[in-house]
C-alpha cells in the first residue's frame, strides 16, 4: 500500500503541476478552503483541479507490481479522492492558523488525507 499511496502522490503533485498553469495556486487554495458541504467541495476540487484528480485516480487504478487486486484499487481510489477532498479542506485551515502558506497546506492536507483514507486498507491487508 505505501508503494500505491506514494504512486498517486506522484501522480497528484504532476497533477498540480499541470493545474495550477490553468488556474493560480492561490485560488486553488481558497477555493478548496473555502467552506461549503462536501459535495459542494468535491465539485470545487473536481473543476478546479481535473488533472490532479484524474492523475491520482489512474495512479490508483494502475497494475503496479505487487499492487492489490483491481476491485481494492478501485476502492483505494474513491477513498483517496475523498482523502484529497477532506485534507484540502482541513489543510487549507490549519495552514491558515499556523501562518503559513494555504497552498502548501492544500499539498499536504490532500497527501495526508489520501494517507489516512488508505489506512483501513493497509490495516486488512496485513491482518
Same mark, same amino acid.
Given at each position: *500500500?505505501?508503494? /500505491?499511496?506514494?504512486?498517486?502522490?506522484?501522480? *497528484?503533485?504532476i497533477?498540480?503541476a499541470i493545474d495550477? $498553469?490553468?488556474?493560480?495556486?492561490?485560488?486553488?487554495?481558497?477555493?478548496?478552503?473555502?467552506?461549503?458541504?462536501?459535495?459542494?467541495?468535491?465539485? @470545487?476540487?473536481?473543476?478546479?483541479?481535473?488533472?490532479?484528480?484524474?492523475?491520482?485516480? /489512474?495512479?490508483?487504478?494502475?497494475?503496479?507490481?505487487?499492487?492489490?487486486? =483491481?476491485? =481494492? @484499487?478501485?476502492?483505494?481510489?474513491?477513498? *483517496? =479522492?475523498?482523502?484529497?477532498?477532506?485534507?484540502? $479542506?482541513?489543510?487549507?485551515?490549519?495552514?491558515? =492558523?499556523?501562518?503559513?502558506?494555504p497552498?502548501?497546506?492544500?499539498?499536504?492536507g490532500?497527501?495526508?488525507? *489520501?494517507?489516512?483514507?488508505v489506512?483501513?486498507?493497509a490495516?486488512?491487508r496485513?491482518?
Open positions: *500500500m505505501t508503494w /500505491l499511496w506514494l504512486a498517486c502522490v506522484a501522480a *497528484m503533485l497533477g498540480l495550477t $498553469r490553468q488556474t493560480p495556486a492561490p485560488l486553488l487554495a481558497s477555493e478548496c478552503g473555502a467552506p461549503g458541504t462536501w459535495w459542494e467541495l468535491a465539485w @470545487r476540487h473536481a473543476v478546479l483541479m481535473p488533472a490532479t484528480s484524474v492523475a491520482m485516480a /489512474l495512479a490508483a487504478l494502475a497494475p503496479w507490481p505487487g499492487a492489490p487486486s =483491481a476491485p =481494492a @484499487r478501485t476502492l483505494c481510489a474513491a477513498l *483517496m =479522492a475523498a482523502g484529497m477532498v477532506v485534507g484540502a $479542506r482541513l489543510g487549507v485551515g490549519m495552514a491558515l =492558523a499556523a501562518g503559513a502558506a497552498f502548501v497546506g492544500l499539498v499536504l490532500m497527501a495526508a488525507g *489520501m494517507a489516512m483514507a489506512l483501513p486498507l490495516a486488512q496485513w491482518a
